[in-house]
């Protein structure tokens, strides 16, 4: 299954930026996606069961079209790793960021 990973700024304590929550774009089920993963601990990396395993209303398909939601709007993207030698794709993963790499338009 696809990994997920978290990038932040670091900072010692859980405050995190208003500016998702006020993003119209995002659905209230993709902003409680990202603001539980980055309520996680830095450098957590966990896959798409886990989040699904903290939910009894969403599915594995609801919390993949939420991740979706998040990439759409810049606040995750889906990296692919690749072997150096062969160049065959060796894993795929998202990073999720507390920030939109690109922000709506005003």
């Given at each position: 299954m696809t990994r997920l990973e978290v990038e932040r700024i670091e900072k010692p304590y859980k405050?995190?930026?208003?500016?998702?929550?006020?993003?119209?774009?995002?659905?209230y089920k993709a902003r409680g996606v990202l603001y539980y993963l980055l309520s996680k601990p830095d450098n957590w990396k966990g896959?798409?069961?886990?989040?699904?395993?903290?939910s009894d209303k969403d599915g594995i398909s609801s919390i993949k079209a939420a991740?979706?939601?998040?990439?759409?709007c810049g606040y995750a993207n889906l990296i692919t790793t690749?072997?150096?030698?062969?160049?065959?794709i060796t894993g795929r993963y998202y990073r999720?960021?507390?920030?939109?790499t690109n922000p709506p338009k005003t």
């Open positions: 405050s995190l930026l208003v500016a998702p929550l006020r993003d119209k774009r995002l659905s896959q798409v069961f886990d989040l699904v395993a903290q991740i979706k939601e998040l990439v759409v690749h072997d150096p030698h062969t160049k065959r999720v960021h507390e920030y939109s």
